[in-house]
C-alpha cells in the first residue's frame, strides 16, 4: 500500500526557499533549507523557526475531561492549573509506552493533547476508546491546525513585535490565546530545543500569513528556518526523548528512566488509571534491581554512533546507543543510550561503542549535554 | 548546480581531474555533498593503498548518515587531502576544489565514466 505524503499548509513557503524535504510520518516535511549545522547553530544563539504541522493535536471537552485524562494518561491532570501544559504519558494496559505528549489545558473542561505525528492516529484510538464511560468527548482535531515553533533566545523579541499577548507573564509550559501578526493563534512557551521558545497552533488557512510575517521580523535578527535534521540534534543535545528511539511500547516510564511522569496519587475522584499495576510493578522493580540506565555519551574520536549500535566494555556489550549524532555545540560526536546500571555512572571507565567493527571509545556523562543558560 | 566541464564522472558521484602524469585528483560531486548533508568525519585511502574501481574505499560520515567512498578508478593512492580530515566541511563548502579527497595512480579504468554533460543528466533523471 502507498499512499502520497500529506502537505502542510507551509508546503509551498517550503519548496520556494528550497528545502530539502523528507518523509516523517506520513507527512512530506524539510528535512534542511541549507546547512543543518547552521541552523542549530541560528537556534542556539539567535532563532529558528520551525513547521511542526505534522504533530497530532486532539481536543478533549466536557465536564469529566480531567477525570478522563487522569485515567487514561499516566500523569495528574486534573492539577493542571488553566493556561496551563503538562508533559505526561499514554500507556497501555502493560505499562509499555504508546506516546509522550504535552496536555494544554485551555479552558475549565478543555483540553488540548499533542501527540507526535508518528503515534497521532493510536492515540486518537486509544483515547477514543478509553473515552466511553466518561462524560467527555475527544475530538480529532489534527486538521484543524498548523503548528509552527520559533525556538531561541531572540524568539521572544521576535515574537514581542508582533503581539500584544503578555509574553512576560507566560511561563515556560504555559499558553494563552492571543493575536500574532493578526492571526489568531494559541502561544505556548513550549518546545523541544534545549532554548526559550514558543509555539503557535494556528488555522492551516493563517498558516502562510504567519510564517512570512514571522520570517521578515525574524531575519534581521539572526532567525532562519530550520528543518527536522536540526530539531532532532538539537533535542538530542537537550537530552530529551524521541518516541521510536528512547521510548518505545517495550518500555515502561520507568525503565525509561522517566518514572517522575507517573502519578499514582490522582485529582480525581479515583486513583485508578490505564496501567497502573503494571507501572506499580515497574517502579519497584526500577527500585530493587535497576535496569539499563540512560545516559550520555561522548566521543573522544569523530565517528559518530547511530541508533541500534551496540555499547560494549570490556569486549562485552552492555548497551545499546538510542540516538547519535555530532553535536554542532559540543563539536564531538554524542548520544543517548541504555547501559547497564554497573557502566551507567558519569565518569566510568573503558566505555565504548561498536562503529561498524570499531570499539571507539566514549566518556559516560549524565543528560543533558547541553543546558542554556537563564 | 554546474559540473566543471574538464572533469569526468563516476555514477557513484566522484569526480575525476584530467591526468598529469597518470595521477588523477578525486573527490564528489556538489550533487552528492548536497545530498550528504554536512560531512562532518571522513575516513579516506592512505597513501600507498591500492584502490578498485567501483569499490568502496573510505567512508564519509554526515549528520544523518554515513556513506562508502568508492574508487572511480583502478590504482596507487599517492595523496589523500588532509585539509579534509581535519575540517570535513570543506566536501560541502567547496566540493570541486579545497575539498579533494585523494589523487590516484591509474593502473585501470572503467569504460563507464561520464562526462559533464552526461553526469548532469545522469542526475538530472
Known amino acids: 500500500m502507498s499512499t502520497a505524503p500529506r502537505l502542510t499548509a507551509l508546503d509551498a513557503a517550503h519548496r520556494a526557499l528550497g528545502a530539502t524535504m523528507t518523509d516523517f510520518a506520513g507527512w512530506d516535511m524539510p528535512l534542511r533549507y541549507a546547512s543543518e549545522r547552521d541552523e542549530h547553530n541560528a537556534v542556539r544563539t539567535k532563532a529558528g523557526l520551525f513547521d511542526l504541522s505534522h504533530m497530532g493535536e486532539i481536543t478533549v471537552t466536557g465536564p469529566a475531561a480531567a477525570d478522563f485524562l487522569n485515567f487514561a494518561l499516566v500523569g495528574n491532570i486534573g492539577s493542571v492549573g488553566l493556561g496551563r501544559a503538562r508533559y505526561t504519558m499514554i500507556v497501555a494496559a502493560d505499562g509499555g509506552i504508546l506516546d509522550d505528549l504535552i496536555v494544554y489545558r485551555l479552558g475549565e473542561t478543555e483540553y488540548m493533547v499533542v501527540a507526535n505525528a508518528s503515534n497521532a492516529q493510536v492515540v486518537l484510538d486509544v483515547l477514543s476508546d478509553r473515552v466511553a464511560q466518561f462524560d467527555a468527548e475527544v475530538r480529532d482535531d489534527r486538521d484543524a491546525y498548523a503548528l509552527l515553533a520559533v525556538q531561541g533566545p531572540e524568539s521572544s523579541g521576535i515574537l514581542k513585535s508582533l503581539t500584544d499577548a503578555d509574553l512576560d507573564g507566560l511561563k515556560y509550559y504555559a499558553g494563552l490565546p492571543g493575536t500574532v501578526a493578526g492571526v489568531p493563534a494559541l502561544i505556548a512557551r513550549t518546545g523541544y530545543t534545549g532554548e526559550d521558545g514558543f509555539e503557535l497552533f494556528v488555522s492551516p488557512g493563517d498558516a502562510e500569513k504567519l510564517w512570512s510575517a514571522l520570517m521578515e521580523a525574524g531575519t534581521p535578527v539572526g532567525m532562519v528556518p530550520a528543518g527536522l535534521s536540526c530539531r532532532d540534534t538539537l533535542r538530542l543535545e537537550a537530552g530529551m526523548p524521541l518516541y521510536g528511539h528512547e521510548l518505545t511500547a517495550a518500555l515502561t516510564p520507568f525503565d525509561a528512566g522517566l518514572g517522575r511522569v507517573v502519578k499514582f496519587e490522582k485529582t480525581s475522584q479515583s486513583d485508578s488509571f490505564v496501567g497502573r499495576a503494571a507501572l506499580a510493578a515497574a517502579a519497584e522493580r526500577a527500585e530493587a534491581a535497576p535496569p539499563r540506565k540512560l545516559v550520555g555519551l561522548i566521543a573522544e574520536g569523530r565517528r559518530v554512533p547511530r541508533a541500534g549500535f551496540s555499547v560494549v566494555a570490556d569486549g562485552k556489550v552492555i548497551g545499546e546507543v538510542t540516538s547519535g549524532a555530532p553535536s554542532p555545540t559540543l563539536g564531538k560526536p554524542i548520544a543517548i543510550a541504555y547501559v547497564d546500571a554497573a557502566h551507567a555512572e558519569p565518569g566510568t571507565r573503558g566505555v565504548g561503542v561498536d562503529i561498524r567493527g570499531t570499539h571507539e571509545p566514549y566518556e559516560v556523562v549524565a543528560l543533558p549535554f547541553y543546558k542554556r543558560q537563564k | 548546480m554546474s559540473n566543471p566541464q574538464q572533469l569526468r564522472y563516476s555514477k557513484e558521484h566522484e569526480w575525476l581531474s584530467a591526468t598529469e602524469d597518470g595521477v588523477a585528483v578525486v573527490g564528489i560531486t556538489e550533487h552528492a555533498a548536497n545530498a550528504l548533508g554536512d560531512v562532518v568525519f571522513a575516513q579516506l585511502p592512505e597513501v600507498g593503498d591500492t ?71 545522469f542526475t538530472a533523471g
Open chain 2, 51 to 121: 584502490v578498485t574501481a567501483g569499490e568502496s574505499c573510505g567512508e564519509l560520515e554526515s549528520t544523518k548518515s554515513v556513506s562508502d567512498l568508492y574508487a572511480p578508478v583502478t590504482g596507487e593512492i599517492v595523496a589523500a587531502n588532509q585539509d579534509v580530515v581535519e575540517d570535513p566541511s570543506l566536501v560541502n563548502s567547496a566540493p570541486f576544489e579545497g575539498g579533494w579527497l585523494f589523487k590516484v595512480r591509474i593502473t585501470g579504468e572503467p569504460d563507464d565514466l561520464l562526462s559533464a554533460d552526461e553526469y548532469t543528466a
